[in-house]
C-alpha cells in the first residue's frame, strides 16, 4: 500500500460508520431501547413546507404593557391614598410613560410626595405644580424599568404562548423569541391551523366589572370611573351580530388572574356548554364580599374589552366558584377554558407572518423533491460513467459518499431539512462532481505531455488543489450571508449548501483520490481508464 | 470519451459580439431592477407584504368565474393564477393586512362555488413591516456576499482580474433578473436565493479559468495577451462544458420533476448556469485582456 493511505481510509471508514450511526434514528422508525443512552437520538427535521403546518411570527405590543403597569400603579395609588384618608382630585396613566396625579391642597401633596418616595423608588418624581387651581404631580417610569417591563412582557408572552400550546395539544411545537419583540412559533402537521391562531393570539383578559346602571349608555357624556363597552351576541342560526352598548365601572372587581382553574362543563338542563372557573383564597374572598354587596345589581364579564355577558347577582357566591356561560360551542369553550387557564397575555399581540401549509402539499413536496433528487444523482452518474469511464465511477462513488456525509452532519446537527435543502443538495450533486471534472481533466492534460498514470494523477490533484479551494470558498462565503441573513427555507437552503462544500472539499482531496491510489499501486497499471 | 479535442476557438476576438449581447442583457437586468425597486415587477409577497393561497378544487375551476366570485364578495384586487394539474388556484393579494383576507376569499369561494369543494393546500401572509425587513435583510446579504467574493478575488488574483469577476458576476445576476422581468415571474425571496447561489457557481467558473490564465501568464511572460487568453479558455474549456453540463442536468431534473414549489427557483438555476458559462467565457476574461491590454500600454509609453 502507498504511503499515507492507511489513515485516509480509515477516516472515510470512520466517517461512514458515523454518518450511519447518526443516520439511523432518522431512517429507524423505533429505534431498540438499547440504542438510547449513549448513541445520538436527534434526527433529521422536516420543515414546514415538507411536512405541513404553520409558522407564525407574533409581535408584541410591548407599549401596552408597559402602560398597563402605570394603570396599575395608578389604581394601587388610587388604593392607598384613599385607605389613608387623603383626599385626591384625579389619579390616572398620563401618556404613555406617566402617571398623574392632582390634589386639592399643597398640604396632602407634601405627605403624597414622601409617600410615593417610598413605594415608587424606581419612578421619577417631578415637583409639584399648578394644574388649574389644582396641585398637580406626576411620576414617570424610568427608561430602564421600561425597558425592563418590555422585556419581561414578551417572556410572558412566550410562556403565556407555550402554555397554551401544549394544552392545544400539538406535537414538537417550537416557540421562540427573535429580535426584540418577536415570537415564532412553528407548530407541524397542526390539522386546524385558524382556530390554534385564534387560540394563540388572543389576549384574555378577564375582568368582573359592575354594570353602572345609573349612567345611560346614550348619553355621551361619561364619567372617569366609567367606560363604555359592547356586549357582542351572534345569533346561531342566522350568524346576525347584535351590540349591545354597556356602561361599566372602570376599575374592574376581580381580576382573571386570581383564577386558579377553568374547565369546560356541560348545563344539565340546556345541554350546553359553559366555562366553569375556580377563584384562588384571594379571589374566593373578593367574589364572596362583591355579590354580597351587589345583591339585585348586574356584573359583567369583560374579555378582552368585549363584554362577554353580564347577569344579575341573585345571591351571595361563596365557596370560590362561578360560571361562564353563553353561546358556546364545545370547541369555542374548550378553548376559552385553555385561555383562561394559561392566563392572559401581559400585551396585546399582532401577527404579522402566517404561513401554513397544507399536509399534502407538504407530502406532494417530499415526494417530488426526492423523486427529482434521484433522477438528478441518476442522470449525473450515468454521465459521468460514459465521459470518464471507470475514474466517472470513481467520482460517483464520491458524490454518494459526500450525499451520504451531508445527510449524517444534517442528523448529526438536528438540522431543519426544506425543500430549498432538497435543491441545495441536488445542487451539491453538480458541484461535488465539478471538483472531480477539475482533477480528471488536469490528469487528461497530464498523460497528454506522456507522464506515467502515477506521475499524472499527482501532478492533476496538486494543480488543481488551488483551484478546487478557490472555488469552494466562494460559494462558502455566499452560503455563509445567506445563513446569517436568510430566514425559514432559504436558511435551511444555506445549511446544506454551506455542509455539502465543506464535505466535498474532504472527499474530492481525500476521499476520491485515495480511491486512485489503491487502483494504481496494484500491479503497475499501463494506463489510466479515464 | 471527449467530447471536445483540442480547440482553438478565438474567444476574445468575439469580444465586440458578446459584448453587445451582454450589454443589452444587462440594460434588461437593470430595467428589471429598477421596476423591483420601484415596486412595479410581480413582487413576491415576502418583500410586498400581502396575503398568498394556494387552493385546490374538486373540479376545474376557470380564473374568471373565481374573479367574479372575489368582486362580488368585496374583494377587488387580487391576483389569480392557475396551476396545471389538479384544479388548483393561486390568489395572491398585495399589501393587505394579515388574517382577515384568506378568511374573506374562502368564504366568497364557500358561497359561489358551493358544489365545488376545496382545501387551502397553503396560505401565506406577511405583515408590512416584516415584508420591509426582509428586503432589507436580503439586500444587506446580497451586498456582503459580493463584497465578500470580490475581495476574496483580489486577495487570490488582482484587482484587474477583480474587476472582471466581479462585472461578470453582476451580468449573470442582471441576466436573471432579466429573465424573470421579461417572463413576468415573480421576484420573492426563493428567486433571490437563486441569484446568489448562482453568483458563487459563475464565480466558481470564472476562478476555473482565471486559474489557468494567470498559471499560463507566469510560464510565458512574453507572448501576447490575447494569445495566452484564448489558450487557457481553450485549455480549460472541456472542463467548463462538462461541468455546466452535470449541474445543468442535476437542475433540470429540478426542474422538471420538482414540483410547483421550487418550479421558479428551479428555473432560475437552469438561467443562471447558462449565463454564468457563458460569462467567464465571454465576459470576465475579455475585460481583463482589455485592462491587462491598457496596463502594458501605459507601461510601454512610459518606459
Known amino acids: ?530 | 470519451m471527449e467530447l471536445l479535442g483540442k480547440t482553438n476557438i478565438d474567444f476574445i476576438g468575439m469580444r465586440k459580439i458578446s459584448f453587445i449581447i451582454s450589454a443589452i442583457i444587462s440594460i434588461v437586468g437593470m430595467i428589471g431592477v429598477i421596476q423591483v425597486g420601484r415596486g412595479a415587477a410581480n413582487m413576491g409577497i415576502d418583500f410586498s407584504g400581502g396575503t398568498s393561497m394556494q387552493l385546490k378544487f374538486s373540479k376545474p375551476i376557470s380564473i374568471a368565474d373565481a374573479r367574479t366570485a372575489l368582486h362580488k364578495n368585496g374583494i377587488a384586487k387580487a391576483d389569480l393564477q392557475e396551476i396545471k394539474d389538479g384544479n388548483k388556484l393561486l390568489v395572491k393579494m398585495a399589501g393587505a393586512a394579515v388574517g382577515k383576507p384568506s378568511e374573506m376569499v374562502q368564504t366568497a369561494f364557500k358561497k359561489e362555488f358551493a358544489d365545488n369543494a376545496f382545501t387551502v393546500e397553503s396560505s401565506t401572509e406577511i405583515g408590512p413591516s416584516i415584508g420591509d425587513k426582509l428586503r432589507k435583510d436580503t439586500l444587506i446579504a446580497a451586498l456582503l456576499s459580493m463584497l465578500g467574493i470580490i475581495m476574496y478575488i483580489a486577495w487570490r488574483f488582482d484587482f484587474k482580474f477583480g474587476v472582471g469577476a466581479t462585472l461578470a458576476t453582476m451580468h449573470d445576476c442582471l441576466a436573471m433578473f432579466a429573465a424573470f422581468y421579461l417572463m413576468n415571474k415573480e421576484i420573492n425571496l426563493m428567486f433571490i436565493t437563486a441569484v446568489l447561489t448562482i453568483a458563487g457557481y459563475s464565480l466558481t467558473d470564472t476562478v476555473v479559468v482565471f486559474d489557468r490564465i494567470r498559471e499560463n501568464l507566469h510560464k510565458n511572460l512574453k507572448g501576447a495577451m490575447n494569445t495566452i487568453f484564448n489558450d487557457s479558455i481553450n485549455e480549460v474549456l472541456s472542463r467548463t462544458i462538462v461541468t455546466s453540463t452535470t449541474v445543468f442536468l442535476a437542475a433540470i431534473s429540478l426542474f422538471l420533476f420538482g414540483g410547483e414549489v421550487i418550479h421558479d427557483f428551479a428555473f432560475a438555476l437552469l438561467v443562471g448556469v447558462i449565463i454564468g458559462t457563458y460569462s467567464s467565457v465571454f465576459v470576465a476574461s475579455p475585460i481583463v485582456v482589455i485592462l491587462e491590454n491598457r496596463a502594458l500600454a501605459k507601461n510601454t509609453k512610459t518606459a
Open chain 1, 1 to 530: 500500500m502507498p504511503k499515507g493511505t492507511g489513515w485516509r481510509i480509515s477516516l472515510i471508514g470512520i466517517f461512514v460508520l458515523l454518518s450511519f450511526l447518526y443516520l439511523t434514528p432518522t431512517l429507524v422508525a423505533k429505534l431498540p431501547t438499547w440504542w438510547s443512552g449513549l448513541l445520538p437520538k436527534d434526527k433529521i427535521h422536516l420543515g414546514l413546507d415538507l411536512q405541513g403546518g404553520t409558522h407564525l411570527v407574533m409581535e408584541v405590543d410591548t407599549q401596552k404593557a408597559v402602560e398597563g403597569s402605570l394603570d396599575l400603579v395608578a389604581t394601587d395609588l388610587e388604593d392607598t391614598l384613599n385607605s389613608k384618608n387623603l383626599r385626591f382630585k384625579r389619579i390616572s396613566r398620563n401618556g404613555f410613560d406617566k402617571v398623574s396625579v392632582v390634589l386639592y391642597e399643597k398640604g396632602t401633596a407634601d405627605t403624597v410626595q414622601k409617600l410615593i418616595k417610598d413605594k415608587y423608588p424606581s419612578y421619577e418624581l417631578s415637583p409639584t405644580f399648578d394644574e388649574g387651581g389644582f396641585v398637580a404631580l406626576t411620576l414617570r417610569v424610568s427608561d430602564k424599568d421600561a425597558q425592563d417591563r418590555k422585556d419581561k412582557s414578551v417572556q410572558q408572552a412566550l410562556e403565556t404562548i407555550r402554555n397554551r400550546i401544549d394544552q392545544f395539544g400539538v406535537s414538537e411545537p417550537t416557540i421562540q423569541r427573535e429580535g426584540i419583540n418577536h415570537i415564532v412559533v412553528q407548530l407541524p402537521g397542526i390539522k386546524d391551523p385558524q382556530r390554534a391562531i385564534e387560540l394563540i393570539g388572543r389576549t384574555a383578559r378577564l375582568d368582573f366589572k359592575m354594570v353602572r346602571e345609573d349612567i345611560s349608555p346614550t348619553s355621551g357624556t361619561i364619567p372617569d370611573d366609567a367606560e363604555l363597552l359592547k356586549e357582542k351576541s351572534v345569533d346561531s342560526k342566522t350568524g346576525a351580530v347584535t351590540e349591545i352598548p354597556i356602561v361599566v365601572q372602570k376599575k374592574p372587581m376581580i381580576t382573571g388572574d386570581l383564577l386558579t382553574d377553568a374547565q369546560v362543563r356541560i348545563d344539565s338542563q340546556f345541554n350546553q356548554p359553559y366555562v366553569g372557573i375556580e377563584f384562588n383564597s384571594l379571589g374566593a374572598k373578593l367574589f364572596d364580599q362583591v355579590t354580597a354587596a351587589n345583591v339585585g345589581k348586574r356584573f359583567a364579564i369583560v374579555l378582552d374589552n368585549n363584554i362577554h355577558s353580564a347577569p344579575v347577582i341573585r345571591e351571595r357566591i361563596s365557596g370560590g366558584s362561578a360560571q361562564i356561560s353563553g353561546s358556546f360551542t364545545e370547541k369555542t369553550a374548550a378553548d376559552l377554558a385553555i385561555v383562561l387557564r394559561a392566563g392572559a397575555l401581559p400585551a396585546p399581540v399582532k401577527i404579522i407572518q402566517n404561513v401554513t401549509v397544507g399536509p399534502s402539499l407538504g407530502q406532494d413536496s417530499i415526494n417530488k423533491g426526492l423523486y427529482a433528487g434521484l433522477i438528478g444523482v441518476l442522470l449525473v452518474v450515468v454521465f459521468m460513467a460514459v465521459y470518464y469511464k471507470l475514474s466517472g465511477m470513481i467520482a460517483n462513488l464520491g458524490m454518494i459518499l459526500n450525499i451520504l456525509f451531508l445527510m449524517g452532519a444534517l442528523a448529526a446537527l438536528g438540522a431543519t431539512l426544506t425543500l430549498p435543502g432538497i435543491a441545495a443538495i441536488v445542487l451539491l450533486v453538480g458541484m461535488s462532481v465539478d471538483s472531480n471534472v477539475i482533477i480528471f481533466e488536469r490528469i487528461r492534460e497530464e498523460l497528454k505531455l506522456g507522464k506515467s498514470p502515477k506521475a499524472a494523477l499527482d501532478s492533476g490533484y496538486d494543480k488543481a488543489f488551488l483551484t478546487i479551494m478557490d472555488s469552494h470558498v466562494t460559494t462558502l462565503i455566499t452560503a455563509a450571508v445567506l445563513f446569517q441573513f436568510g430566514t425559514g427555507p432559504v436558511k435551511g437552503f444555506a445549511v446544506s449548501l454551506s455542509l455539502g462544500v465543506i464535505i466535498n472539499l474532504f472527499t474530492s482531496l481525500i476521499g476520491t483520490k485515495v480511491t486512485f491510489d489503491l487502483f494504481l499501486d496494484r500491479g503497475k497499471v499501463k494506463k489510466m481508464s479515464i
